[in-house]
């Protein structure tokens, strides 16, 4: 499980109380209006066992497209990578990398305003190795985030994200289905036009 990166959430808070007080325009959501955005998380967790500490670290970058069917939802698609690095006692025990690619939708709360709360949702596939193991397998997942609007066409995403995964971890002769469920807090910037 992900935590929420130590640094991401006083970064959100201080671009938000900029941009809360910066008076700048924010368009309507308006339907036929589209987007694009960039988001990341890092994160870091101890392992601690009787005998064993060690450590998880993880980056994660997700791109998004979103097309507006009305002024309150969107619809698009998004392509992610995930890295996730994991040692016990000094030695790396697992070191993966995933690429998902999916389709998700978001819900505004409001579409208008400098700050717009949002809930999504999301499924896909993922695709990706951990040394000579191939995983495949895909996942779904839940979104609570906000827009908090910089300038006219671009804003701030900060979001929490919560997934779930079945995959099928495979050295060419076993196969072992992985189950797993990740929590992730993402921050990045979105562009409307």
């Keep these: 499980m992900k935590s929420v990166s130590a640094f991401g959430i006083p970064i959100a808070l201080a671009l938000l109380s900029s941009c809360n007080s910066s008076g ?25 066992a009787p005998f064993d ?29 995930s890295s996730e690095q994991q040692t016990l006692n000094g030695t790396t025990f697992i070191d993966s990398d995933l690429t998902a690619i999916g389709i998700n939708s978001r819900y505004y709360l409001v579409s208008e305003g400098q700050v717009r709360p949002y809930l999504g949702a999301g499924f896909g596939l993922l695709n990706g190795s951990s040394g000579d193991i191939d995983i495949d397998g895909n996942y779904y997942g839940l979104a609570a985030g906000l827009a908090a609007f910089l300038s006219e066409s671009v804003a701030l995403d900060a979001r929490f994200t919560k997934a779930w995964s079945t995959e099928d971890w495979s050295d060419g002769i076993d196969t072992a289905d992985i189950d797993r469920d990740m929590f992730a807090f993402l921050v990045g910037f979105t562009f409307y036009f």
């Design 24 to 48: 700048a325009a924010a368009p309507a959501f308006q339907p036929g209006m589209q987007n694009v955005g960039l988001a990341f998380s890092l994160a870091k967790d101890d392992i601690s």
């Design 53 to 81: 500490e060690g450590e998880i670290e993880s980056v994660d970058l997700s791109g998004n497209w979103g097309y507006f069917v009305s002024p309150n939802v969107e619809v698009g698609a998004s392509l992610g990578y």
